[in-house]
């Protein structure tokens, strides 16, 4: 199957600073990326999809200019944690759907373990 | 919006017996993944079902989705240590490139 990374794997940052979260697509070509983010012992809830060159649509609830998510090139997304507080702290797993795959093919990354102090 | 029901929540079996794990959808489905996580880690894709009454196998591990593609069923025969993790269902709700929604997810135990 596909290869999906994401970088770091784990962080570590105080109360206040921003963090942001790398997506690869190791050998295929993304042209949508979704963000999931998972509080302990709950499931996965979708946060946001981000298509190549175009803004992201955020799920209900997800503040936009708090989790800003850049799709620059069909090989990377970024979601950046601006301003984290405790309460963000979370597992936070991307995955990349390619093209003509409609979506009903994702491949996800390791996850990343954000804990903000 | 589209919700799944996982059953059971947690799951303690014996090593060697055969278990079953169910996911109902409101909604009917147009792909049904499953997934196991090692809590704390990333997924791993088991299976995709589209088609009403689909059964699919790998190893010891067979999903089935029900003719009306509102359920789906995990079963594992003869279970290992291996086995024991997070098991998540997800859906896609519509026909585009949408994110999936998850179940909560069912927790293997093998008790060895």
């Known amino acids: 199957g596909a290869v999906v990374s994401q970088h770091p794997s784990r962080v570590i940052c105080k109360s206040g600073t921003s963090v942001k979260i790398e997506c690869r697509s190791l050998?295929?070509?993304?042209?949508?990326m979704f963000w999931y983010r998972q509080f302990p012992k709950q499931s996965l809830m979708l946060m946001a999809t981000?298509?190549?060159?175009?803004?992201?649509?955020?799920e209900q609830g997800v503040e936009k200019d708090k989790f800003l998510i850049n799709h620059a090139s069909l090989t990377l997304s970024t979601l950046t944690v601006t301003s984290a507080h405790p309460e963000d702290s979370s597992f936070y797993i991307c995955s990349a759907a390619g093209p003509g795959t409609s979506g009903r093919w994702q491949f996800f990354g390791p996850g990343t373990r954000l804990t903000v102090l | 919006s589209q919700e799944l029901e996982q059953s059971p929540q947690s799951l303690i079996v014996q090593e060697g017996k055969n278990l079953t794990i169910n996911c109902t959808s409101s909604k009917t489905l147009y792909g049904l993944y499953w997934y196991k996580q090692k809590y704390g880690e990333g997924l791993i894709f088991l299976m995709m079902?589209?088609?009403?009454?689909e059964e699919k196998s790998h190893e010891k591990i067979t999903a089935k989705l029900d003719e009306k593609k509102q359920q789906s069923s995990l079963h594992i025969t003869a279970s290992q240590p291996s086995h024991a993790g997070i098991y998540l269902c997800g859906a896609v709700s519509g026909g585009g490139a949408d994110g999936l929604t998850f179940g909560k997810g069912t927790h293997l135990i093998i008790q060895p």
């Open positions: 079902l589209q088609k009403g009454g």
């Open positions: 981000s298509n190549e060159g175009s803004k992201a649509t955020y």
């Open positions: 050998d295929f070509q993304a042209t949508t």
